[in-house]
């Protein structure tokens, strides 16, 4: 375990030795503000009360489509084209603890955006400018989302870029399954497939997952089903670098 936690403060020590970190949360946050106040029909000043709903609908997105990508996609990939992955494993450390502490190193930075995304409701309805009563049910619930939503996101994205040795092929991959696995079976139709495909379409989109966090409610077999993605990815990433005995 203390080699898994070396790595992860390794690699989340290396997002913010660069300007990667800082970037990405500046950028993400102003992003966030704008499909929060902006973006669709769902806009915090065209719905006219306390609802949050297009924050986490919009937070999700973002995440998936442009932070975890980018994030991950150097994990491993850049390791392996330079050649200090071998170096890296030469260490008295196991393959699954490489892979568990560069998945934690990178979600601990997802969380870091996430914790930081918590200044919206806080300044809109606790200080300074207080717009109105807030139902906080939903807003937890909604953060317990976005956490067990990027659990899963990371972990996919960690197991691509332990596939590939290039980190463009990685990311075009990452934010085209993501995008995938986010509309499918909602905002993009599956009407031309059978009805049981749709149905199964409808249950593995992350959109629909997500829906019952932003109305306050916690299903237990949406908890798990983002777990299970994460843990079922984390164990390809460990075969995948172990595939390198193999070869």
Not at 84 to 105: A, N, Q, S, W
Not at 161 to 178: G, N, R, Y
Not at 185 to 202: H, I, K, N, T
Not at 219 to 224: G, I, M, S
Request: glycine share 8%; hydrophobic share 55%.
């Amino acid at each position: 375990m203390r080699s898994t936690l070396t790595i992860a403060k390794r690699e989340f020590r290396s997002y913010f030795d660069a300007p990667l970190a800082y970037i990405v949360i500046c950028l993400s946050l102003v992003m966030l503000g704008f499909a929060v106040f902006l973006v669709g029909d769902l806009t915090f000043f065209k719905v006219n009360r306390a609802d949050l709903t297009n924050m986490f609908k919009w937070t999700a997105r973002g995440l998936a489509w442009l932070i975890v990508p980018v994030i991950t996609m150097r994990l491993v990939a850049e390791e392996k084209r330079s050649g200090t992955l071998e170096m890296l494993i030469t260490l008295p450390v196991r393959d699954r603890e490489v892979i568990l502490g560069k998945f934690l190193g990178a979600w601990s930075l997802v969380l870091v955006l996430i914790a930081a995304s918590a200044l919206y409701p806080i300044m809109m309805f606790v200080f300074p400018w207080k717009l109105g009563a807030l139902d906080w049910r939903p807003v937890l619930s909604g953060y317990l989302g976005l956490v067990v939503h990027s659990t899963a996101a990371v972990a996919l994205g960690l197991l691509i870029s332990s596939i590939t040795e290039s980190q463009m092929i990685a990311l075009l991959v990452t934010v085209s399954l993501l995008f995938l696995l986010h509309l499918f079976g909602g905002d993009l139709s599956v009407d031309w497939l059978p009805e049981g495909a749709q149905r199964a379409a409808s249950l593995i989109s992350f959109d629909g997952r997500l829906e019952s966090f932003r109305k306050g409610m916690i299903n237990t077999h949406d908890v798990v089903y983002f777990l299970s993605i994460g843990g079922g990815c984390l164990i390809g990433a460990f075969f995948a670098l172990e595939r390198r005995k193999w070869a």
